[in-house]
């Protein structure tokens, strides 16, 4: 019998069987192996044989490297979260769900970089370069040197950009390009991780930035193998709530500088305009005291951001009271709660509890833990904490509270915005701000006593 050559891949964590199978044995998820034809078998297994390579040039640790040189956009947010510019030669994918303004983001920064020089090509693979210009248009970006391609055959795309040579080239989307030596159809496993492969290995062979764009699936993964993800140097999530203006981009894994750096950007008629002071922008929408709402004075990156956490506690007419989140873990939710219930007392059996992050933002931080407690307790109790009020700190299941790192900035940023006084953890090393009034608590039940008189 003729050996057969089809194989099978997983599309959450793109391991490969030579059967099918209803749940992926490498990772556990259920409906995630489908067919991979035409896919090379891989390295082969015979040993290297007699021939031998050449030694390679080893040098130590201690050698002087100049920092790569970088292109900034300008557009402050953008550059930050890249680790201050793009870098030559690297690699970034930008993920994000449908509509959420990836080709917006994507044609205003490839006019940034083209405008100050850069070579730039967008590939689109969505729209023709017809729709792109009139987008262009919109935007005001109609005489920026970018230059447009509507294809998805990866081998039209490579030649064009080897001919061409830019500094910057913009493939939107990779689950739209296909490779002809590849049989499956375009946004299957393996075409857009062989679509990946080859493009990031072409981008460091020539010296070409490349940036991708990915769609992301239901379950908020980029869509495809996380292969893709391990292939590239940046990696950047493009992320917002519909219904609001704002949109986040966050880079969860970088090269070339620090990961979790968020940009904030916000959706306008003229495409996305840059917010510099997102704090502000965050507690705009935010009216009179009221019970369930606490400013939590976070930090994303090396920035510190302050947003508002809303909670929501009312009986349950269910058998099964109902726990939501929008913009926080659920898993960590209910380790707040139990927490509550173990340390101080307070029961939330036979309650419902909502939690939602003001403005759209995700925050995952461990230093939110106490703010979420204190929405969580001022819902509870129908009692509002003081509107001048920051909070911040973690919990940990003993129901001890933990310095948060940054202390000082997070003071800083809330003073910054009119806020005259924090309720933090002990601990750590951080004064407080000048003008700054500090409550400080070692302890959940110190806290809870304190400030609802309960526990
Ligand atoms: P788009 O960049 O096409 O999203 P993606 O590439 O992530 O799918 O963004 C489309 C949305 O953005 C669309 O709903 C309209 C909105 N939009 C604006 O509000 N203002 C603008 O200037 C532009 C260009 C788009
Ligand atoms: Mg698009």
Known sequence: MAKSTTTYSCSACGATFSKWSGRCDSCGEWNTISEDTGLSAGPSSKGLGAQRGKTVALT???????????????????????????????????????????????????????????????????????QVRMRAQRLGLSDAPVQLAADTNLRNI???????????????????????????????????????????????RKGISIILVGHVTKEGQIAGPRVVEHMVDTVLYFEGERGHQFRILRAVKNRFGPADEIGVFEMTGKGLAEVTNPSALF???????????????????????????????????????????????????????????????????????????????????????????????????????????????????????????????????????????????????AQGAPGMTLKRFSELTGFVGDVFGAG
């Not at 030559?88 to 970089?113: E, H, N, Y």
């Not at 950009?161 to 296909?178: F, H, N, V, Y």
């Not at 407690?373 to 509270?401: K, M, N, Q, W, Y």
């Open 283 to 429: 507690l705009s929408e935010r009216g009179e005291p009221s019970p369930g709402s606490v400013v939590f004075a976070g930090i994303e990156g090396t920035r510190p951001v302050l947003c508002e956490m809303q909670a929501l506690v009312a009986p349950s007419p269910h058998s099964q009271a109902r726990r939501t989140v929008v913009g926080w873990d659920g898993g960590r939710l209910a380790m707040i709660l139990a927490v509550l219930e173990a340390r101080c007392g307070i029961p939330f059996a036979g309650l419902d509890v909502y939690l939602n992050v003001a403005g759209g933002m995700k925050i995952s931080e461990p230093a939110a833990d106490l703010a979420v407690a204190a929405a969580l307790l001022s819902a509870r109790e129908d009692a509002a904490l003081p509107a001048d009020t920051v909070v911040f700190g973690e919990i940990s299941l003993s129901g001890a509270l933990r310095p948060a790192p940054q202390t000082e900035n997070r003071l800083k940023e809330a003073q910054k915005l009119g806020f005259s006084s924090a309720i933090a953890p002990k601990g750590g090393k």
């Open 158 to 204: 490579l030649t064009t950009l080897e001919a061409e040579a830019p500094g910057l080239a913009i493939i939107d989307s990779i689950q739209t390009m296909w490779l002809d030596t590849v049989d499956s159809a375009p946004g299957s496993v393996s075409q857009v991780r062989a679509a990946a492969h080859e493009l990031t290995t072409f981008a460091k």
């Open 60 to 130: 130590d640790l201690s050698t002087e490297e100049a920092p790569p040189p970088r292109t900034e956009s300008k557009v402050a947010e953008l550059d930050r979260v890249l680790g201050g510019g793009l870098v030559p030669a690297s690699a970034i994918l930008v993920g994000g769900d449908p509509g959420i303004g990836k080709s917006t983001l994507l044609l205003q920064a490839a006019a940034r970089f083209a405008r100050k020089g850069l070579k730039t090509i967008y590939v689109s693979g969505e729209e023709a370069s017809a």
